[in-house]
């Protein structure tokens, strides 16, 4: 299998929303994000995937030394031999990457956030990381670009932890901030047995203001003469956001269920940004 094959078939088998944006792309542009993103694929299955995590973090040791020797010209894993002929036409440094696996680890040793503040550095590196290097790809001409692109990257971030409120439970993991749950009087026990209570939607709902909030900040920071090169990452704004009005309106039942989207949803909700230029 050819490493264009391997992270093609590795992007399209994650089902992400991610996936749908990719399609509108130009040659070269999406031959880079897809094996970008699935090189982020790679790493964060290593921490969902591997329940020892010390072997879970041998692997992470590997892929950084793998991540250095790429940039020296070595690239030794199909993901990394697909996107290195890319990363000097975008202005992808390994320091982008690194810092993702970073991220990664953080979620081999921390399953408790005390404060948004404590979460920040963790968002920046698994989400605010990814939505810079996809900014570059998909073609940003102006510095605050990279605000706009880090902040929804935020967006998202928060928007998947909302998501996956009680598959994270069953890991043990908690993202949401513990001084959220306090203000709400939701208990830790309570995330990790997934008991629902009017509490505990008080908690989603504000959450998902935050989330709104995001968006709205990120959309604010685009600058108008990057917005057409950025079309892809506001269909997955669309997409990611219909998402979070979706668990909202269905009453936060994160806590036993997955709230998805259609593939033809997604599709369509991509297709929109691309036709008409709007969310």
Known sequence: MSPQHYVQEKAASSGSSFYYAFLFLSAPKRATITAFYAFCREVDDV???????????????WWRQAVLQAYQGQPDHPVLRALMPWVEVFGI???????????????????RY???????????????VVGEVSALIFGQTLEQTT????????AFQLTNIIRDVGEDAMRGRIYLP????????????????????????????????QAHALYELAFSQLPDADRRAQKPGL?????????????????????????SLTPLRKFWLAWRV???GWL
């Open 47 to 61: 921490v969902d995937e591997v329940s020892d995590p010390s072997i879970a973090a041998s692997k992470l040791a």
């Open 93 to 111: 440094r390994a320091e982008h990457l690194l810092s993702i696996i970073e991220g990664c680890e953080m979620d081999l040793t921390q399953t």
């Open 114 to 128: 005390l404060s948004r503040a404590d979460l920040t550095r963790y968002c920046h590196l698994v989400a605010g």
């Open 147 to 154: 605000r706009y692109a880090h902040t929804l990257g935020q």
């Open 178 to 209: 513990l001084d959220a749950l306090q203000a709400h009087d939701v208990k830790v026990h309570e995330i990790l047995d997934r008991l629902d209570s009017p509490r505990f939607q008080a908690l989603m709902q504000q959450q998902a203001q």
């Open 235 to 259: 269909m997955m704004a669309s997409i990611y956001r219909t998402l979070l009005r979706e668990i909202e309106s269905s009453g936060f039942p994160v806590l036993h269920q997955r709230v």
């Open 274 to 276: 691309q036709a008409l």
